[in-house]
């Protein structure tokens, strides 16, 4: 099980050739085609200028391209808002590949949310990388935070193809709350994990309770405990009178992110 066509996102001025070539180690292991896209309207005030970005981040993604022969590739570029591009490109891919939020970027993109809006706009997984360093691993081994919601459940199909390539996966549960008398009873991992197994996916699975932490902190705090190189979370979005709306940790998550983060609406 494989993904067949990566959609990159090559906007991003800073750090760009860590996005690139994490797409590029993800293609080469899946077998799959990368599509580097540079969307965004142009600069009304100089479009020149905007123009010769574009060339110039395209030209950088080639550059890292041709060091893998193996891998299969495109460039194309588009103009238009950020996210309606990517996620209407993303209509067509298997996998949308961008890059952390940096405030320090330009100030057109949409914030820390903007991963999560792709996703629901699209209905396609997006893997998001760290601004803060560059990954050579590709999903060795992953943390997936799983509540028995629609949205993780859909997170957990999405990411197949990146669980079975793992050498480990941890399924992670984070209970907020004492059960009370009456409720529903606990999500205890069992279902999910006998579900990977169909899918040859072994996997442990750890329960925490986060006390006092929000849900985001106790997540980050696993991932660094099981040194783990790829978080899988269900993301939590709806419109709201023509806005997105994103929620709490799924906002704070792609705030705080220690290693790329794979998130599904």
Not at 31 to 54: E, I, K, L, M, Y
Not at 73 to 87: L, N, Y
Not at 168 to 182: K, Q, W
Not at 231 to 236: D, I, K, P, Q
Request: charged residues 20%; glycine residues 6%.
């Amino acid at each position: 099980m494989n993904y067949t066509h990566i959609l990159l996102d090559v906007s991003s001025r800073r750090e760009r050739a860590a996005v690139c070539e994490y797409a590029l180690l993800l293609a080469r292991e899946h077998h799959a085609q990368v599509t580097a896209v540079n969307p965004g309207a142009p600069d009304v005030n100089n479009p020149s200028r905007a123009a010769a970005r574009g060339v110039a981040a395209m030209d950088e993604f080639e550059a890292l391209a041709q060091q893998y022969p193996d891998v299969a590739w495109r460039r194309f570029s588009a103009t238009g808002s950020w996210i309606d591009t990517i996620a209407q490109e993303g209509l067509y891919s298997d996998l949308i590949l961008t890059r952390q939020f940096d405030p320090n970027d330009s100030p057109r993109y949409a914030g820390y949310d903007a991963p999560v809006n792709i996703a629901l706009l699209s209905g396609r997984p997006v893997l998001v990388v760290p601004r803060a360093d560059r990954f050579s691993r590709v999903g060795s081994r992953v943390v997936l935070a799983w509540n028995a919601s629609a949205e993780s459940a859909r997170m957990v199909c999405a990411a197949l193809p990146l669980l079975v390539h793992a050498r480990a996966v941890d399924i992670v549960i984070v209970t907020e709350t004492p059960r009370r008398p009456g409720t529903v009873a606990p999500v205890t991992g069992d279902d999910i994990g006998s579900y990977l197994a169909r899918h040859r996916v072994e996997a442990s699975i750890t329960t925490v309770a986060a006390g006092a932490l929000e849900v985001s902190e106790v997540l980050l705090s696993v991932v660094a405990d099981k040194g783990g190189d790829l978080l899988c979370m269900g993301a939590y979005g709806h419109a709201r009178l023509r806005k997105l709306v994103v929620g709490a940790t799924s906002r704070a998550l792609m705030r705080n992110m220690m290693v790329p983060t794979l998130v599904a609406c």
